[in-house]
């Protein structure tokens, strides 16, 4: 069984960096794996930050980025805002057509 | 503007069967991948499956194998998910999404509103 981990918590200052990570139980996470990131907040339908890695969607400011670090894939908030507490989501794609959500960050600004 | 507009919230007993819906619009339909992600009240989103509308090439999560079925009525851009005899365990959120790219499997960038389903007797 395919193990998607990441932090179950963060905490960040406001206008600060943090860094969450997305690994693997039993690997090392590549660009194969095309990495993607959401956000959501309660109540709401997720929102896609980053997708194959690095890539922005539409709209999301650049203080998002995505990156691999070591052998997990990242996500890197620069800045971080009040709104930015959220709960966070990697996805590993596995094959196949198969991808796997890993169990989420809860990131708490304050 | 590119839309998966879902299906209104249900509430069914156990043991009765349901079909949600997911439409696309703005978007050549058949050309894009739609998958399907539940999240389970308090819960994490779990990816379920996706299909590809073009053929309805259908992969599922092993966790869902055999428990959902994924189908596609291409002629209304419409996917569905559907489950033939539902559990109070089915309860959760639903959302389908749409990859960021043609043809790719990875990296949803649209996503539908969501439907509720309440299995409860």
């Known amino acids: 069984q395919t193990v998607v981990t990441q932090e179950p918590s963060f905490s960040v200052s406001p206008g600060g960096t943090v860094t969450l990570t997305c690994g693997l139980s039993?690997?090392?996470?590549?660009?194969?794996?095309?990495p993607s990131w959401y956000q959501q907040t309660p109540g709401q339908a997720p929102r896609t930050l980053i997708y194959?890695?690095?890539t922005r969607s539409s709209g999301v400011p650049d203080r998002f980025s995505g990156s691999i670090l070591g052998n997990k894939a990242a996500l890197t908030i620069t800045g971080a805002q009040a709104d930015d507490e959220s709960d966070y989501y990697c996805?590993?794609?596995?094959?196949?057509?198969?991808?796997?959500f890993g169990g989420g960050t809860r990131l708490t600004v304050l | 503007e590119v839309q998966l507009v879902q299906s209104g919230a249900e509430v069914k007993k156990p043991g009765e069967s349901l079909k949600i819906s997911c439409k696309g619009s703005?978007?050549?339909?058949?050309?894009?991948?739609i998958a399907w992600v539940r999240q389970t009240p308090g819960k994490g989103l779990e990816w379920m499956g996706i299909?590809?509308?073009?053929?309805?090439?259908?992969r599922y999560s092993p966790s869902f194998q055999g428990q959902v079925t994924i189908s596609v009525d291409k002629s209304i851009s419409t996917a569905h998910l559907q489950w033939s005899s539902l559990k109070a365990s089915d309860t959760a959120m639903y959302y389908c999404?749409?990859?960021?790219?043609?043809?790719?499997?990875?990296?949803?960038?649209?996503w539908g509103q969501g439907t509720t389903v309440t299995v409860s007797s």
């Open positions: 999404a749409r990859p960021a790219t043609v043809g790719g499997y990875y990296g949803m960038d649209v």
């Open positions: 299909i590809y509308p073009g053929d309805s090439d259908t």
């Open positions: 996805v590993l794609y596995m094959g196949g057509g198969i991808s796997v």
């Open positions: 039993s690997d090392s996470v590549s660009t194969s794996y095309y």
């Open positions: 703005g978007y050549r339909f058949t050309s894009y991948w």
């Open positions: 194959n890695t690095n």
